[in-house]
C-alpha cells in the first residue's frame, strides 16, 4: 500500500533531512509545506497517512496548525517534530493530540521506531 | 594571501540555522533538567556580515533597549569567536532573585550592585555555555572559554566597540531571542564567529548534511 | 615522578580534580598543604565531607552546567571572597581572616570527548585583594584630613537617605563650618588653615559613634551623616560640637589660636523628597546660623 507523507517545516534543509530519513518500502508519496497554513491546506485536501509537524514556523505556526489539523480529522496520525525538547513543551503538544514527538535532528533509528509505533497503532 | 571574502551559501545559512535550532533545543531542555534554569530560546537568525558592518548591525538590532547591560565571552575552538548576551537593565536584580543568591553581605557598601554583576555574568557563562556548546559538540569540536565580561553596564546603546573583528573579515551572526520561563526578563543571544573559522564552519555543515543525502 | 606530576605539585596554585559525583581524585600538594589534608585521605571521599561550606546551589550549580556543557565557571574574590577556607598565609594582613582567592572549574574529557570530571583551581589574591582595598579606601578619602571626601558622602547619603525612608527611620544630618576660615590663612597662613582643619575635623571624628560619617565637603565645610539619630538628638550633638571645638585652643608654630564653628542641623521627618533636600535644609540651617552671629548651632525641621 502506498503511504502518503505530508512534512510540514519552513526549513528546506530540514524537510530534506527528515525525508532522508524516512525508510520507503513499496511507493511512497512525499507532500512538502513551508508554512503551517500550506501544510493545513495539503493536509485537508490530501488527507496523508503520516503528517510530520515543526512548531516555530511563520504564517502559522505548528501549535495552531496542529489543533486545526485535529479539528479537521481527529484521528490523523501527526507527529511534531522539533527541537524544543523540554519535557513541558512536549506534553503541551501531546494534549493537544500530538501522536508522538519527534526529537530534531532525525535519524533513521529514530524515525523507524516511531512508524512502527503507527503501525502498531493502526493494527488494532 | 588569506582569501578575505567567504562567500556563505543560503544552504549553508539554512543547515547552520537548522542545527543552532537543535543546539539551542537541546541546550535549553539540559538547562531546565540539570540546572533548573527554565528558558525559552527562539529560533534564531543567521546574517553573514563584514567585520566594519558588524557594530553597526549589533547597535542597530538593540535599538529597543534604552538601557542595556552586555556580557560578552569569547571562545576558543575550530569554533571560534564571541558571544555577545544583551539584558535589559534591571535583568540583574531579577536573575538575583532568580538564582536566589544569598544575601548575606548586602549590608556592605555596593554589594547589592556586585551580586547583581555577578549574577549577570553567572547567567551569561552558563547560557552561553550551553548554547555554543551543543552546537560545537552537534560540529564535532570541542571549544574553551574566556571569563565572561561585563562590557557595558547599565548603558544606553552607546558602547559597542568598533574594533571587535577585522574590518575587511567575514563574520557570521547568529541571533537569538531569549526569555526566562517564569522571569519576566528577555534578552538577545549573539554568537559571532571569526573569519578564521568560516572555512571550517562550512566543512562541518557539508559533513553534518553527508548523514542525510 | 612524571614532569607533569613534578609541575602539578610545585606549581603555586591548588589543583583539584573531581569525578561527576563530586569525589576528589585528585589533589595537589598545594592544596595539602593549604588546607592540612593530604592527598591519600581526601581522594575518594565527597568534597563536601571535607568541605561542606561548598556545598551550596550556586556551587552545584555550576558543577552541573560544567559538567553538562563543558563550560567554566569563575569564583571571583570580589563576591565569594574565597570557595576554600584556608588561612591567609601572608601574616603581615590582617584585614583578611581566610585567604582571598580567584577560583574556576572546567571539564576534563575522555578519548571520544565525554566529561568524565571537572577540575577546579584554586589561586590566592590576598595581597592583590588587600591592595585593592586600600586604593577602595584612599578613593572615599579626604587626603588633607583623612574623614570621608564629598563623593563618598553624596553616595552614602543617597544610600542612607532611601534605607531610611523605606523603614521609616530617624535620619539627621549636620553640616558646619569653621567661622572666619579666610582670617586664619590671611593671617597665619594656607598651612597653619591645614592644621586647623586637621585639629577641627580630627576632634569631631572623635566625638561621633562607628555608624555616622564625617565628610569634608568643601574647604572649611563639613557634614556629618547620623543614621537612627532625631533631629533633637542630633542638634545636642552640634551643640557638643560647638562647644568642644571652643574650647580647643590650637597651637601652631608657637601661636595659639582658637576658632568657632557654625551649624545647621536637619533631620528626616517625611516631606523631604530627596538625600538633595535634606542636605539644602542643613545648608539653609547652617547659614541662619552664620547669619545670626556664628558660633552657633541652627536646626531646621
Known amino acids: 500500500m502506498a503511504k502518503k507523507f505530508l512534512l510540514v517545516d519552513d526549513s528546506p534543509i530540514s524537510r530534506k533531512m527528515l525525508k532522508s ?68 513543551s512536549i506534553e503541551k503538544v501531546m494534549a493537544l493530540g500530538a501522536f508522538h514527538v519527534l526529537k530534531k535532528p532525525p535519524t533513521k533509528d529514530s524515525v523507524r521506531e516511531i512508524l512502527q509505533k503507527v503501525d502498531e497503532y493502526r493494527r488494532r | 594571501m588569506e582569501q578575505q571574502v567567504c562567500h556563505v551559501t543560503e544552504d549553508e545559512k539554512d543547515i547552520l540555522q537548522e542545527i543552532m535550532n537543535i543546539a539551542f533545543g537541546k541546550a535549553a531542555a539540559d538547562l531546565a533538567e540539570v540546572i533548573n534554569i527554565f528558558v525559552v530560546l527562539n529560533v534564531p537568525r543567521i546574517q553573514v556580515l563584514k567585520g566594519a558592518e558588524l ?3 549589533l547597535r542597530e538590532e538593540i535599538s529597543d533597549f534604552s538601557d542595556l ?33 544569598d544575601h548575606e553581605e548586602t549590608f556592605e557598601s555596593g554589594t547589592i550592585d ?17 548554547c555554543v556548546g551543543k552546537m560545537s559538540e552537534l560540529l564535532g569540536d570541542v571549544v574553551t572559554y574566556s571569563p565572561p565580561k561585563v562590557v557595558v553596564e547599565n548603558h544606553p546603546n552607546e558602547i559597542i566597540p568598533n574594533n ?21 526578563i528577555s534578552g538577545f543571544l549573539f554568537l559571532v564567529t571569526t573569519h578564521d573559522s568560516v572555512a571550517w564552519l562550512q566543512q562541518s555543515l557539508a559533513r553534518f548534511l553527508e548523514q542525510y543525502e | 615522578m612524571s614532569e607533569l606530576s613534578q609541575l602539578f605539585d610545585t606549581v603555586n596554585i591548588g589543583l ?85 582567592q580567584s577560583c574556576a572549574l572546567g571539564p576534563l574529557r575522555d578519548e571520544s570527548n565525554t566529561i568524565t570530571a571537572l577540575y577546579l583551581t584554586v589561586q590566592d589574591v590576598t595581597e592583590l585583594a588587600s591592595y585593592e582595598h586600600r586604593l577602595l579606601e584612599m578613593n572615599m578619602r579626604d587626603g588633607l584630613t583623612g574623614v570621608y571626601n564629598r563623593r563618598f558622602l553624596e553616595k552614602r547619603l543617597a544610600e542612607e537617605f532611601d534605607r531610611h525612608v523605606r523603614y521609616a527611620r530617624n535620619f539627621s544630618v549636620i553640616m558646619f563650618d569653621i567661622d572666619f576660615f579666610k ?27 562607628k555608624t555616622d560619617f564625617l565628610a569634608r565637603y ?13 533631629i533633637a538628638a542630633a542638634t545636642v550633638l552640634a551643640e557638643r560640637f560647638r562647644q568642644t571645638i571652643a574650647g580647643m585652643v590650637h597651637c601652631y608654630q608657637k601661636t595659639e589660636i582658637i576658632v568657632t564653628i557654625s551649624l545647621g542641623v536637619s533631620g528626616l521627618s517625611g516631606q523631604f523628597p530627596s538625600s538633595d533636600v535634606l542636605l539644602k535644609r542643613a545648608d539653609d540651617a547652617l547659614y541662619a546660623a552664620k547669619g545670626s552671629g556664628r558660633n552657633r548651632v541652627v536646626a531646621l525641621s
Open chain 1, 21 to 88: 530519513c524516512i525508510p520507503v518500502e513499496g511507493v511512497a508519496e512525499f507532500l512538502e509545506a513551508g508554512d503551517g497554513l500550506k501544510g493545513l491546506n495539503v493536509f485537508k485536501e490530501a488527507s496523508p497517512d503520516i503528517t510530520f509537524l515543526d512548531l516555530t514556523m511563520p504564517v502559522m505556526d505548528g501549535v495552531q496548525a496542529l489543533e486545526e489539523m485535529k479539528k479537521h480529522d481527529p484521528d490523523a496520525v501527526i507527529i511534531v517534530a522539533t527541537a524544543d525538547i523540554q519535557a513541558k
Open chain 2, 55 to 57: 557594530s553597526g548591525y
Open chain 2, 69 to 101: 547591560s552586555i556580557i560578552e565571552q569569547n571562545f576558543r575552538g575550530k569554533f571560534r569567536g564571541s558571544a555577545f548576551l544583551v539584558f535589559p537593565s534591571g535583568a540583574g536584580k531579577e536573575l538575583v532573585a532568580m538564582l536566589d543568591a
Open chain 2, 114 to 130: 556586585l551580586l547583581e554583576k555577578e549574577s549577570l555574568m553567572e547567567v551569561g557563562n552558563i547560557l552561553i555555555g550551553a
Open chain 2, 164 to 184: 571587535l573583528f577585522n574590518p575587511e573579515y567575514t563574520a557570521i551572526v547568529m541571533k537569538t531571542l531569549f526569555q526566562f520561563d517564569d522571569r519576566n
Open chain 3, 16 to 100: 583539584v580534580i573531581l569525578d561527576r559525583d563530586l569525589k576528589v581524585k585528585y589533589w595537589n600538594r598545594w592544596m595539602e598543604y593549604h588546607s592540612g589534608i593530604a592527598a591519600e585521605r581526601i581522594i575518594g571521599a565527597s568534597l563536601f565531607a571535607h568541605f561542606p561550606s561548598l556545598n551550596t546551589r550556586k556551587f552545584l550549580r555550576n558543577c552541573k552546567s560544567v559538567l553538562t556543557f563543558g563550560n567554566f565557571s569563575f569564583f571571583s574574590q570580589k563576591l565569594h571572597h574565597y570557595l576554600f577556607p584556608f588561612r591567609s598565609d601572608s601574616s603581615f594582613e590582617s584585614r583578611f581572616e581566610f585567604m582571598q
Open chain 3, 183 to 209: 582670617k586664619v590663612n590671611d593671617t597665619h597662613g594656607h598651612q597653619c588653615g591645614d592644621f586647623i582643619l586637621k585639629g577641627v575635623s580630627g576632634k569631631i571624628a572623635a566625638m561621633i559613634r
Open chain 3, 218 to 230: 568643601g574647604g572649611e565645610e563639613f557634614c556629618c551623616l547620623l543614621p537612627e539619630t532625631d
